[in-house]
């Protein structure tokens, strides 16, 4: 009974020090255990988790003409775009891989010059995301000192309600390749130079991967 104690004195302890302030105990948990988390990727992707455009195929509908608005509320036309790489990830603030937040700012500060990292908050997955823009933002600055675009909160899953950018990027008919969905919260898409869709990488592969880098560079 002794031994059972003291394991459960450790074990709240060590939950006492996980607690972030700005956090709630779940994420402030996931957060914690996010490389564990991550190894699958590491260690044991599959196929599902990566795609490439090994054609070149061009899209049928330019990127260009795309349209999104920002947390802010402002429109954004994706003709500001041109000659620079974009990374679009859908995102949540309640999930295991929220902690891609912080690599995504790393990424975008390396990289700043060249790529523009474009957020797009949803609430598709197991509701991880039942806050508002103003809080998603908060959170994002306050935990992870998010710099790059946070789009207004949006589907992104098939179906009645999609976001236009996301029917663009699982539309063969439009993007010319891809027909996949986000499978999880931060999946995430690039798109190149001229506004082709080059890479799909799942939840499961971290935006510091160096498949990553490797196609950004």
Not at 174 to 187: E, Y
Request: hydrophobic residues 40%.
């Amino acid at each position: 009974m002794r031994k059972l104690f003291v394991i459960c004195i450790v074990f709240l302890f060590v939950l006492i020090l996980l607690k972030r302030k700005d956090m709630t105990w779940r994420q402030s948990v996931l957060r914690a255990v996010y490389p564990v988390i991550m190894l699958k990727g590491k260690f044991f992707a599959s196929e599902k988790d990566s795609k490439e455009n090994k054609q070149n195929i061009q899209p049928q509908v330019s990127f260009y003409s795309l349209h999104a608005i920002t947390n802010s509320g402002d429109s954004l036309s994706f003709e500001v775009f041109r000659g620079k790489k974009v990374l679009l990830v859908n995102t949540a603030s309640d999930c295991g891989y929220t902690a891609q937040y912080d690599e995504l700012e790393k990424l975008h500060q390396r990289y700043k010059d060249k790529l523009v990292i474009l957020a797009f908050p949803a609430n598709d997955f197991k509701e991880q995301e039942k806050e508002d823009d103003n809080s998603i933002a908060q959170f994002c600055k306050i935990n992870y000192g998010v710099t790059f675009s946070l789009m207004k909160k949006t589907k992104v899953i098939k179906g009645d309600g999609q976001h236009e950018v996301f029917h663009w990027l699982s539309d063969a008919t439009r993007n010319g390749w891809c027909t996949q969905a986000p499978l999880w919260n931060f999946s995430k898409y690039l798109v190149n130079e001229q506004g082709v869709l080059t890479r799909f990488y799942s939840q499961n592969i971290s935006p510091l991967d160096q498949r990553v880098i490797s196609a950004i560079e």
